[in-house]
C-alpha cells in the first residue's frame, strides 16, 4: 500500500510540475509582440505589406527617381536604415523591407531561410512594385542578399554597395547544429543581454541608446520571430561565393568598420579582390566605428554612398582604395579615376 502511495504522490508532483511549467510558459509566450503593437511602439512612417508565397511581407516604399533597393543587417530591421531614408529618398525610389523573421513580417510559414528563397521573395517584392532596373545596398546579411541579386540580376542590377558583408568563407568560423532546445531558451534571454549585443557590435557604447536598446529587444519579441532566428542561422550556408562575385558586372562600393569586431576589416579588401569583372570597386574603411555602419556614422556612410551613386568622387579620396578590372588605381588621382570609373 505504501508503495503504491508513493507512486500516486510522485504521479501528483509530476503533475503539479508539468502544470506549474505550463503557466511559466504561457506567461513567457505572452511576452511577445503583435506585428500592429510592433509598428506602433518602433515605425514611425507609413509601412505597407503584401503576400507572398504565404509571408505578409512589410515594406516602405518612397520617393521618386531612380529605384534604391535597401537591405538591413541580421539581427535589426528595416528601421535600421531611418536615418539614411530622408537623405536618400530625395534623389532616390527608395525601397526598403523587413526579411522573413525579423520586424514586422515575421517568421517564414514553411521555415525555409535559405538564401534561394530569400532571392526569390525580394524579386517577386520588385516585380509587384513594378521594379526593372535598379541599385542595391546591403549590410551584413543585407549584404549577401544585395551580391546574389547583383550576381543573379546582371541586366537589371545598376549599382552594389556592400557594407560590412556577411556571404565570404572565413578559416575561423563556427560552425555546428543549433538544438531544439535552444528554440526555447531564446525566450529567456533578458534585455540587458541584447544591450550587450548591441554594445559588442558598435564600438562607442554611448550610442546605444535606451531607445536603441528597446527597439532591437522589441524586434526579437514579436510573434515567431525568435524561433524563426534559430531556424535562419540553422539553414545559414554562404556556399561558394567566389563565382558569383567574380560574376558581377556592377561598379561596387564596399564600406567596413575599421574595428568591427564581427567582420574583420581585412574582408572588405577580400571582397576587392574577388570582384574582378566588376567595372570599379571602391573600398573605405571607417576609423572607430565597428559592424553598425548606418548607426554609427549614417551623415557620413549616407554622404558617401550617395556619391558613389551619383558618379562622384567620395568626399575624402585619400581613404579610398579602388580597382578597376582588377588593377589598382590611385584614388586620389581624381582624372584616372574619372576617366575609368565614373
Known amino acids: 500500500m505504501a508503495v503504491i502511495w508513493r507512486g500516486i504522490k510522485y504521479t501528483l508532483l509530476m503533475a503539479v ?27 514611425d512612417f507609413d509601412v505597407q505589406s503584401m503576400d507572398i508565397d504565404g509571408v505578409r511581407v512589410h515594406y516602405q516604399d518612397v520617393g521618386e527617381g531612380p529605384v534604391l533597393l535597401l537591405i538591413h543587417s541580421h539581427f ?32 517564414d510559414p514553411v521555415g525555409d531561410y535559405s538564401m534561394a528563397s530569400s532571392q526569390q521573395l525580394v524579386q517577386q517584392l520588385l516585380q509587384r512594385l513594378d521594379v526593372d532596373r535598379f541599385s542595391v545596398v546591403g549590410t551584413s546579411l543585407g549584404g549577401n542578399v544585395a551580391f546574389h541579386l547583383a550576381a543573379g540580376l546582371p541586366q537589371r542590377v545598376e549599382k552594389l554597395v556592400l557594407i ?28 540587458w543581454a541584447y544591450k550587450n549585443f548591441l554594445q559588442w557590435m558598435v564600438i562607442d557604447d554611448q550610442l546605444v541608446t535606451d531607445a536603441n536598446v528597446d527597439e532591437f529587444y522589441d524586434m526579437f519579441r514579436r510573434q515567431g520571430n525568435r524561433p ?112 575609368v570609373c565614373l
Open 17 to 43: 510540475v508539468a502544470v506549474l511549467l505550463s503557466i511559466v510558459w504561457v506567461l513567457i509566450r505572452g511576452s511577445e509582440l503583435s506585428p500592429e503593437r510592433l509598428q506602433e511602439r518602433h515605425y
Open 76 to 107: 535589426f530591421a528595416m528601421t535600421q536604415w531611418d536615418q539614411w531614408v530622408p537623405a536618400l529618398s530625395q534623389h532616390y525610389r527608395v525601397i526598403r523591407y523587413d526579411m522573413r523573421s525579423h520586424g514586422l513580417t515575421g517568421p
Open 164 to 191: 560590412n558583408s556577411g556571404g565570404l568563407k572565413r578559416d575561423n568560423a563556427r560552425s555546428g547544429t543549433i538544438p531544439g532546445w535552444v528554440d526555447y531558451a531564446v525566450y529567456l534571454i533578458p534585455r
Open 228 to 339: 524563426g532566428e534559430m531556424e535562419r542561422l540553422r539553414d545559414f550556408n554562404v556556399g561558394e561565393p567566389d563565382a558569383l562575385l567574380a560574376s558581377i558586372a556592377a561598379p561596387t562600393l564596399v564600406l567596413w568598420g575599421e574595428e568591427n569586431p564581427q567582420l574583420p576589416s581585412g574582408l572588405a579588401y577580400d571582397f576587392q579582390d574577388r570582384l574582378t569583372n566588376s567595372a570599379c570597386v571602391w573600398v573605405k574603411l571607417y576609423p572607430g566605428i565597428g559592424h553598425v555602419l548606418p548607426i554609427e556614422s549614417p551623415e557620413e556612410g549616407v554622404t558617401d554612398v550617395l556619391a558613389f551613386l551619383q558618379d562622384k568622387p567620395l568626399p575624402d579620396m585619400r581613404s579610398v582604395s579602388i580597382k578597376a578590372k582588377g588593377q589598382q588605381l590611385v584614388a586620389t588621382d581624381t582624372d584616372v579615376v574619372n576617366s
